[in-house]
């Protein structure tokens, strides 16, 4: 379809980010996409991982580009995107009450306002299933690393375009995560200064 989105964010890190994910996703069955964007990343992830039911989601206004590469891609083990919407405090209900093995997120934490990153990890564990794990993707600052130049410039870009984004503190996220019983257990540097972080 010639008029689907296009990221080339996702087009540039979606195989250092397969590598990564596939031996941390060898025992998971359902993984639910938080922010599933276009479409890229789950329809490139989903035939190389056919062992799992890949679940996209996106706001209701992002649904249609999210289904016009879900769509074309026609992969068996992608069903229908869910229309979530993570300002509002009851969206695990619009799972339809299904819960998962493993919620991956990519480049979302500094695109949401704090509230709804706050709001997102506080409902998280009506989502994911007893000892599931949690790994997000993307730039963070970290007290006790230097923040990278291209990072800081970053972060300073978009809070002047929106001042409710921006890179968010590590501790604080780790802080959230421990407050619904997950911790950190691993942080992999990936390309173009990002890290994958899994909590379990």
């Known amino acids: 379809m010639a008029d689907k989105p296009f990221a080339?964010?996702?087009?540039?890190?979606?195989?250092?980010?397969?590598?990564?994910?596939?031996?941390?996703?060898?025992?998971?069955?359902?993984?639910?996409?938080?922010?599933s964007g276009t479409g890229q990343h789950a329809?490139?992830?989903?035939?190389?991982?056919?062992?799992?039911?890949?679940?996209?989601?996106?706001?209701?206004?992002?649904?249609?580009?999210l289904l016009a590469w879900l769509d074309d891609a026609a992969c068996p083990n992608t069903p229908p995107p869910l229309a979530l919407?993570?300002?509002?405090?009851?969206?695990?209900?619009?799972?339809?009450?299904?819960?998962h093995d493993a919620v991956f997120s990519a480049n979302t934490l500094h695109i949401m306002p704090w509230t709804?990153?706050?709001?997102?990890?506080?409902?998280l564990p009506q989502v994911?299933?007893?000892?599931?794990?949690?790994?997000?993707?993307g730039p963070?600052?970290?007290a006790d690393r230097p923040t990278v130049q291209s990072n800081?410039?970053?972060?300073?870009?978009?809070?002047?375009?929106?001042?409710h984004q921006g890179l968010r503190h590590l501790d604080q996220v780790d802080a959230l995560a421990a407050r619904v019983g997950l911790r950190r257990v691993e942080r992999i540097e990936m390309p173009a200064n990002n890290l994958l972080l899994v909590w379990a």
């Open 8 to 35: 080339p964010s996702a087009e540039r890190n979606r195989e250092p980010l397969l590598a990564a994910l596939r031996p941390r996703l060898a025992g998971a069955r359902r993984v639910l996409e938080i922010g």
């Open 43 to 65: 329809v490139h992830f989903a035939p190389a991982l056919p062992h799992l039911v890949w679940q996209t989601s996106e706001r209701p206004s992002q649904l249609a580009g």
């Open 85 to 99: 919407d993570m300002d509002d405090p009851g969206w695990p209900s619009m799972a339809g009450g299904a819960v």
């Open 116 to 123: 709804t990153v706050q709001a997102w990890f506080t409902a």
């Open 128 to 137: 994911l299933a007893p000892g599931g794990r949690l790994l997000v993707y």
């Open 140 to 142: 963070f600052i970290e």
């Open 152 to 163: 800081l410039r970053f972060d300073a870009q978009l809070r002047a375009q929106v001042p």
